[in-house]
């Protein structure tokens, strides 16, 4: 059996530049865990592997970075948790908000409500009285009455109207009579042709 046997110093250069190169990629998780954070983005293993541009089984196998991921997840999860919880203590208080709102609203309304009853009881009784008071005789006497007094206002309208058209025509006929005096005056006045 042939065995091959390394020598000892290329044996920890490679061992060297694979502990580098697992350094690098370390810092690659941790830039992108921080990177996430930033963003605000969901910190999870595939996001990681992602942005650290390293394979899910390095994530999985390497101690310290399972580490540091899982420890991302939990934060992220606890600051969604802390999150949601003031959302919801902000929506909770708007409702309550709202809802106190309404009752005060409600309230208001209500005692709206019972004035315009009350002030349309008050009219009803006041329509009741009205009609007590109007016997059938009363109203029929009115309303001929009503009938006469509206016959006499179209007479006196008519009445009126003929009138106007014989006043206008008066101060036409006056008009005209002021102009012939005037042409008679001024011919009196002219001086007689000398024949």
Known sequence: MNTVTVPEPRTASALAARRRKTEAALDRVHQA??????EKAQVSVAAVARRADVSRTFLYDNVEARAAVAAAVTQAGEHQSRTLAEQDDEREATWRERALNAE???KAAHSEILTQRTRIGELLG??????????????????TENATLKQRVRQLTT????LDERLKAARSNLRFQDRRVADLEARIAEPAPKS
């Open 104 to 106: 005060d609203a409600l």
């Open 33 to 38: 865990i921080a990177r996430l954070r930033r």
């Open 159 to 162: 009445d009126n109207r003929t």
């Open 126 to 143: 006041q329509i009741r009285n009205l009609q007590a008071e109007w016997t059938e005789g009363t109203v029929q006497r009115i309303t």
